[in-house]
């Protein structure tokens, strides 16, 4: 199973804007509508922050947002904080092997 | 509150068997998908494998099919993996997860070391 592209690093400086895009294939992200976002800190269990591309559970912030356009999905925090530093990590159903896909993660750093 | 807790873990030799446990609590357990996830050290995550509530169905990564397996006991809230003929590159903390909806994974266990070392 090949895995989804995410960048390995993205920085941002608090207050501003980034945006972390998770590309796929038509196997997955570009039929789907079954994309996640995961927030994990240093020695921590992941934090589910988006599902079905746009939605967010209960008690995560506004200010993560996600959007799919095509095979690249997209996960943006407006309003950087210093505690949004961890690494991200985008999924994705995939359709043939009924498989869950994981990208390799993004590191954000505040700047 | 959703608790998983995950037990097993260990050191075993290439080739070698183990399994893993997950106590649930909190939810309904009979009525939940549950995954189990891996994340090597220093690396990524990667989905291991996915059970349907009523345990009838099973999903695995091609990296663990055919050695990997599975199950659950709904009457004690407990989710499982058998592993066998492991390999070095197995080693890796081990999550048991619950799912969200559709294929998300909303609630994730503090994990267990699996380590495949001679």
């Known amino acids: 199973q090949s895995a989804l592209t995410q960048p390995a690093s993205v920085s941002g400086s608090p207050g501003q804007s980034i945006t972390i895009s998770c590309t796929g294939t038509s196997s997955d992200v570009g039929t789907y509508y079954y994309v996640s976002w995961y927030q994990q800190h240093p020695g921590k269990a992941p934090k589910l922050m988006i599902f079905d591309v746009t939605r967010r559970p209960s008690g995560v912030s506004s200010r993560f947002s996600g959007s799919k356009s095509g095979t690249t999905a997209s996960l943006t925090i407006s309003g950087l904080q210093a505690e949004d530093e961890a690494d991200y990590y985008c999924s994705s159903y995939r359709s043939g092997s009924s498989s869950v896909l994981f990208a390799g993660g993004t590191k954000l750093t505040v700047l | 509150q959703v608790q998983l807790v995950e037990s097993g873990g260990g050191v075993v030799q290439p080739g070698g068997s183990l399994r893993l446990s997950c106590a649930a609590s909190?939810?309904?357990?009979?009525?939940?998908?549950m995954h189990w996830v891996r994340q090597r050290p220093g690396k990524g995550l990667e989905w291991v494998a996915f059970v349907r509530p009523d345990g009838g169905t099973e999903y695995y990564a091609d990296s663990v099919k055919g050695r990997f397996s599975i199950f659950r006991d709904n009457s004690e809230n407990t989710l499982y993996v058998h592993m066998n003929s492991l390999r070095p590159e197995d080693t890796a903390v081990y999550y048991c997860a619950r799912e969200f909806g559709g294929m998300a994974i909303g609630y994730w266990g503090q994990g267990t070391q699996v380590t495949v070392s001679s």
């Open positions: 909190g939810f309904t357990f009979s009525t939940s998908g």
